[in-house]
């Protein structure tokens, strides 16, 4: 405790005695004139201890002061020889951490080239193997791409010699189609070709004389039935091949020339209606043959043609010729073959009535004979029931008499049965 507190506590304590001698003064009945005295003394006492007390408190004050500055003096003194302590580890730990920065900067470096020389040697090692790598498989690429090329070249040379063979080929068919007569015998093989395809033998002929008395020879004539007698007519077919006139105007067509396309389809149509006047002329007769011919344009092209410009029809009208290409030819020839197929079944019918015929009286014989046999095997059945029955009865009873004669007596033989089953 301060000496400052120590002299408040004991005025205070002072006064608090006063009041306390008071109050018991006062408890006791004492006269108002003294308490007026003891009041002016107890004043003056205050008083004169306030003076006291103020006299002390200042001294105290002045001593408290002393003391505050010199504690301060003596702390800040106390701060200075600390603060001058933390700034001398401060320099220290300055120069310290200088230092270990410095041992770890060169360690860092040191380890940063061995990184580097081993990161540079590590790259090299792998620069060198993709090198190889990638001249390996470089090599093995341009090698199968070599390869490749050297094959699709061998390729390129068989198909040049291919395609010059075929070139040999298309000008020998040229050759073969600028030829009149070739081209016919061409249209005549393939007309041939597909009569064998869907007819048989026996259903047409070839090189055929139509007419009597003519020796105009058709290429192919279809045998059609006529009459129930087995008689036929031929249905004349002659093919045709107006390749240069059909050349012309694909030519025409090419070129986009209107006067030449009109000129080569005059030609053409003056051709293809020359040529089935001749089949009329020369095959058509009838009863002989039928009241139209079949001219046959082997190539498809050349019968769309002929077709677009209308002259099936015309054709049909003044001459009685129909025009008929590959597919349309092969179309016919199915519905023939159809037909001739029906008029068989039709044949066969007749031939399998009168089979059915036959067959129904032979069945009526058959039942005859059937009900005859029937009756004769209800007789013997009969004859085998009365067997069985009659005369297996007529034994047991004779085998009977057998089994009871005595001991002694003599057995006599059995009589014979009779046929209505006695004994005789």
Same mark, same amino acid.
């Given at each position: ?95 310290? *951490?200088?230092?270990? +920065?410095?041992?770890? @900067?060169? $360690? &860092?470096?040191?380890? %940063?080239?061995?990184?580097? =020389? /081993? *990161?540079?040697?590590? +790259?090299?090692?792998? @620069?060198? $193997? &993709?090198?190889?790598? %990638?001249?390996?498989?470089? =090599? /093995? ?284």
């Amino acid at each position: 405790m301060t000496e400052m507190q120590f002299i408040v506590l004991t005025a205070l304590g002072g006064l608090s005695l006063l009041l306390s001698l008071a109050a018991l003064l006062r408890r006791r009945g004492v006269e108002r004139t003294d308490l007026e005295q003891l009041r002016r003394d107890l004043n003056e006492e205050l008083r004169a201890t306030r003076t006291e007390l103020n006299a002390s408190l200042g001294s105290a004050l002045k001593n408290y002061g002393d003391v505050q500055s010199g504690a301060l003096r003596q702390i800040a003194a106390a701060q200075d020889d600390r603060l001058k302590g933390l700034d001398e580890r401060f320099r220290n730990l300055s120069v310290q *951490n200088e230092l270990q +920065l410095d041992g770890i @900067r060169r $360690t &860092v470096e040191t380890r %940063l080239s061995s990184l580097q =020389e /081993d *990161n540079s040697k590590r +790259l090299e090692q792998m @620069r060198q $193997t &993709v090198d190889e790598k %990638l001249q390996k498989t470089l =090599e /093995d690429k341009l090698t199968k791409s070599f390869g490749l090329v050297n094959e699709r070249l061998e390729q390129v040379y068989k198909g040049l010699g291919e395609m010059q063979t075929l070139a040999v080929g298309v000008g020998d068919l040229k050759k073969v189609l600028s030829n009149v007569k070739t081209r016919g015998i061409l249209g005549e093989i393939q007309l041939g070709a597909i009569l064998r395809e869907i007819l048989t033998p026996d259903q047409y002929d070839e090189n055929v004389a139509t007419r009597r008395g003519s020796s105009e020879r058709v290429e192919f004539a279809v045998k059609l039935p006529a009459g129930d007698d087995g008689g036929f007519i031929y249905l004349p077919i002659d093919a045709k091949f107006p390749g240069d006139c059909y050349a012309a105007l694909a030519d025409a067509y090419d070129a986009g020339d209107a006067a030449a396309i009109e000129a080569a389809g005059k030609a053409l149509e003056s051709r293809i209606r020359s040529e089935a006047k001749d089949i009329r002329d020369k095959y058509l007769h009838v009863p002989e043959t039928t009241e139209f011919g079949i001219l046959f344009l082997p190539v498809e092209g050349l019968y769309a043609e002929v077709v677009r410009r209308g002259m099936v029809e015309r054709l049909q009208q003044e001459f009685k010729v129909n025009i008929a290409g590959p597919t349309t030819m092969a179309a016919l020839l199915n519905s023939l073959q159809m037909g001739f197929k029906t008029l068989a079944i039709q044949k066969r019918s007749s031939e399998v009535w009168d089979i059915l015929a036959g067959v129904k009286s032979e069945f009526e014989t058959f039942g005859k004979a059937l009900l005859q046999t029937q009756n004769r095997l209800h007789q013997a059945s009969d004859e085998l029931e009365n067997l069985v029955g009659v005369r297996t009865r007529q034994i047991q009873r004779q085998l009977k008499k057998v089994t009871t004669l005595p001991a002694g007596e003599t057995q006599t033989p059995a009589p014979a049965l009779t046929d209505e089953g006695d004994p005789e």
